[in-house]
């Protein structure tokens, strides 16, 4: 019986542990995000005030758009750092399947079966990256590089050996979904207002959405209370896939061309910046929609205003990289990684 007892006790006590962490690891993320929507707002300022090419209408227009991109991807990166994953091949995927939807289409292929062909190929190979990392559990981030490579240079291989594909004029009407609507608001902005909305009613009003978080909070428990977790991470990853798929295709309607090279810039990082500044945490089971919108404005911002200062590659990408240092060791002392945390999932 005292066994028994003691047993009930340590339980309730880590049961009370739990809780209290994961309310504390609640209110930091909410806590984030406030300085970071009050760190845009004071860049946004700031830039209004000292340079001058800033608040035109051309430059907030790109601003805008470069935003809704950005943000998209951020959507499908999120789901999958939610659940203590990562996904390094998201970049490498849009561009590799946008660009086959492009030829698809200048060979003339009715719209529904293009469009529909990229999207099949972006969740394949999400579900593939799922498949790698639940149940032959190699770790995320080797699996989803490989994934990536692999897809890339398949594309180059078989069916586009350059680097750049145009949209076709016949195909002028893709462009729509990159211009304004008649009171000038950019249609990109509005697509990712629609996704980003889909995903938080996904993330907080559906069981699969709440599972997710319990998921990266911790694995272990969720795997006791019989939740499919290796199912859950190949719908994760396929979701991320097809995110970024709807991303490249807003990028393909703005530019009307889709460079395979995209893949190989810093575009991955700037995602991954965007949901670890915003609030959501690498160890899983914190943060959301707001999340990524706060760490979108901000990284928009700062990439705009690099932009228009004219900074070298070289510069941009030491600012890149100390600002994604910063957020990643911010989230490390927020949320520290240890023997007693992992039990816990923070």
């Known amino acids: 019986m005292g066994a028994r007892q003691t047993l009930g006790a340590v339980t309730d006590s880590d049961s009370s542990k739990a809780k209290r962490a994961t309310a504390r690891g609640r209110l930091l993320p909410a806590n984030q995000e406030f300085a ?40 499908g990166m999120g789901i999958v750092v939610i659940a203590r994953g990562i996904d390094l091949s998201q970049v490498a995927v849009l561009a590799s399947t946008c660009g086959i939807t492009v030829v698809l289409l200048n060979n003339g292929i009715p719209a529904p079966v293009a469009l529909g062909a990229g999207l099949f190929i972006a969740i394949g190979i999400g579900c593939l990256n799922g498949l790698l ?66 995903m938080h009613v996904f993330l907080v009003h559906t069981v699969l959405g709440r599972s997710i978080y319990a998921q990266g909070d911790n694995p272990e ?43 190989d810039s810093s575009l991955i990082f700037d995602v991954i910046l965007v949901v670890v500044l915003g609030g959501i945490s690498l160890t899983g089971g914190r943060g959301g929609v707001s999340s990524v919108i706060a760490g979108t404005l901000l990284i928009g911002i700062l990439l705009n205003g690099m932009t228009l200062l004219n900074l070298d590659t070289q510069t941009q990408n030491i600012i890149r990289g100390a600002v994604l240092l910063a957020a990643i060791v911010v989230d490390s002392l927020l949320h520290p990684h240890d023997e007693e945390t992992s039990k816990q999932g923070l």
Not at 38 to 62: K, Y
Not at 164 to 190: C, D, K, R, T
């Open 221 to 263: 428990t969720a795997w006791l209370t019989g939740m499919p977790v290796r199912p859950m991470i190949v719908t994760e990853y396929a979701l991320s896939s097809a995110i970024g798929y709807i991303g490249g295709l807003v990028m393909v309607a703005s530019t009307s061309l889709m460079h395979l090279q995209i893949a």
């Open 133 to 198: 990392i639940a149940f032959v559990e190699i770790p995320a981030l080797f699996a989803t590089l490989a994934t990536g490579l692999l897809t890339l240079g398949a594309t180059r291989a078989l069916v586009l050996p350059q680097l750049i594909v145009y949209l076709g004029p016949e195909n002028a009407w893709l462009q729509q979904f990159g211009g304004n609507l008649s009171i000038g608001l950019p249609i990109p902005v509005i697509v990712f207002a629609v996704v980003a909305l889909v």
């Open 36 to 75: 970071v929507f009050a760190t845009v707002a004071v860049c946004f300022v700031a830039m209004a005030l000292t340079m001058p090419s800033f608040l035109t209408l051309g430059n907030m227009f790109a601003l805008t758009r470069g935003i809704s991109v950005l943000g998209i991807l951020a959507l």
